[in-house]
């Protein structure tokens, strides 16, 4: 399995943006399709975006579409997320996540078998 370490999170006004960033161990790092989760506080935890393995194909979940861009440097065995036009319904504790079998549109938690220890994102109104 494949060991994962976000980083990025913090305070943030409304408007603002953030760079999560997750890094992974392993030399089989591009075979995995790779996600961000978040979980709010008495939240069930949620499907934010996740990209495949070559990063031609990404996905959103409608909630953050056209704010959030995921994107992954193999060589650097990192995945991201630049997170702009921040709200504060956008606090949460965000997950980096991976999954080793094919790409689809839609996920859920039980999707991804690797997760990292989460950051903290917190936007102030």
């Known amino acids: 399995q494949v060991q994962l370490v976000e980083s990025g999170g913090g305070l943030v006004q409304a408007g603002g943006s953030l760079r999560l960033s997750c890094a992974a161990s392993?030399?089989?790092?591009?075979?995995?399709?790779m996600g961000w989760f978040r979980q709010a506080p008495g939240k069930e935890r949620e499907f934010v975006a996740a990209i495949s393995w070559n990063g031609r194909n990404t996905s959103y979940a409608d909630s953050v579409k056209g704010r959030f861009t995921i994107s992954r440097d193999n060589a650097k065995n990192t995945v991201y997320l630049q997170m702009n036009s921040l709200k504060p319904d956008d606090t949460a504790v965000y997950y980096c996540?991976?999954?080793?079998?094919?790409?689809?549109?839609?996920?859920?938690?039980?999707?991804?078998?690797?997760w990292g220890q989460g950051t903290q994102v917190t936007v102030s109104s």
């Open positions: 996540a991976a999954r080793r079998s094919y790409y689809k549109e839609s996920y859920s938690t039980s999707d991804f078998g690797s």
């Open positions: 392993g030399r089989t790092f591009s075979t995995y399709v």
